[in-house]
């Protein structure tokens, strides 16, 4: 069984090579310059579709209503992919306003979505704190602490931001993990109530679902106000060029600390919820690979794109769910789709038509 297991593993890794190198080599050929051209064209004649007035009006209300009904036609288990997809599409919305919009490559951002967790797991087990006042606090909490990772790492770009970001999520991780009078450590938090209203409580995956997708629909909206204020044109500028940007009156300081708080508090909104959904946290659900896929969705679905961002959500929870039966393999088609989709699809699914000049200029 070992020896079958590893010469399976070999395998795999031997066809992500030769697909890596081929896709390489198709790229950099006339005929494969020319292939990458017209799927680009393609996806943009449907978006430039998806562009029009009425879709656009009729799009969202008609999803909306999709989303309102689906649950009563599916049982308990894809009511539950659903709620853990909305959970995902919250912290990638977050997430995209600090790497779509502001430019900021922000590897710790789970450790945001862990202190909206803690902070409703010991509030509640510790004082009594109910839900919404948690939601509430949780969300503070998590904005301040992405205000002092701002102020920490104001002076740093690229590389050495992403770095310093990933040490802040290690940090993080290890408090969780021998903070054991506060955080219980490694056992995590159970006990964590459900949340309620008056006399209802919440306790079907249903009621969850609404839940979340009521949460995700204020997401939205709000983010997407903040994209089309003077802040997400500000943050825009920034990315495309800080010098730029401060020469033009910009405040580029208070506008980073401000993408990484406003990113951080969604992120924490996310965490009070997992933590109320599923009465237990512990450290093991707030590692690096949950920012890779938070990550993933972001670019995968497009950056600085809320429809993008919410699609690679979808895709990246939903499919592999559609095919578990092939888990062995999932992690090699996932590392396959990014590769192609790098090389044909830079921008994502659905990019960001500001983002135009960057990729195609």
């Not at 209503?65 to 709620?83: E, F, R």
């Not at 919009?101 to 797991?121: E, I, N």
């Not at 408090?175 to 919440?202: A, E, K």
């Not at 802040?231 to 010098?243: F, Q, S, T, V």
Request: proline residues 3%; charged residues 10%.
């Amino acid at each position: 069984m070992g020896i079958g297991r590893s010469v399976i593993a070999a395998g795999i890794i031997f066809a992500g090579f030769t697909l890596f190198t081929k896709t390489k080599d198709v790229i950099t050929s006339p005929e494969g310059r020319i292939l990458s051209r017209s799927v680009q064209d393609s996806i943009c004649t449907v978006y430039g579709m998806l562009e029009t007035t009425w879709i656009k009006r009729g799009f969202p209300l008609a999803l909306l209503t999709l989303l309102l009904i689906t649950p009563l036609t599916i049982n308990n288990y894809y009511i539950d992919v659903l709620t853990i997809t909305g959970i995902y599409a919250i912290l990638a919305l977050g997430l995209n306003i600090v790497v779509g919009l502001a430019g900021l490559l922000d590897l710790g951002y789970v450790a945001f979505y862990a202190v909206g967790a803690y902070s409703y797991g010991i509030l509640n087990t510790q004082f009594g704190i109910s839900f919404w006042p948690a939601i509430l606090i949780g969300a503070i909490l998590a904005a301040v602490a992405g205000m002092l990772l701002g102020m920490v790492t104001l002076r740093l770009r690229g590389d050495y931001l992403a770095i310093v970001t990933l040490g802040f999520l290690m940090i993080v991780h290890l408090v969780l993990n021998n903070w054991d009078h506060v955080t219980r450590g490694p056992n995590g938090i159970l006990g964590i109530q459900s949340p309620s209203i008056g006399g209802f409580v919440f306790s079907e995956p249903i009621h969850f679902y609404y839940l979340i997708l009521a949460l995700a629909v204020f997401t939205v909206f709000v983010i997407n106000r903040i994209n089309h204020s003077w802040i997400g044109r500000a943050w825009i500028a920034m990315r495309e060029n800080e010098i730029a940007a401060s020469a033009m009156g910009i405040d580029v300081t208070k506008m980073k600390i401000l993408a990484f708080a406003l990113g951080a508090s969604w992120a924490g909104i996310a965490g009070v919820f997992f933590a109320g959904r599923y009465s237990f946290i512990s450290p093991e659900s707030f590692t690096f690979l949950e920012t890779v896929l938070v990550l993933s969705m972001v670019v995968l679905g497009g950056m600085g794109s809320i429809p993008g961002v919410i699609l690679g959500a979808a895709l990246l929870i939903i499919l592999p769910e559609i095919f578990r039966g092939f888990q062995d393999y999932r992690m090699l088609a996932f590392g396959g789709a990014m590769v192609l989709m790098m090389a044909f699809r830079p921008q994502g699914f659905i990019g960001n038509p500001r983002r135009k000049i960057e990729l195609h200029g």
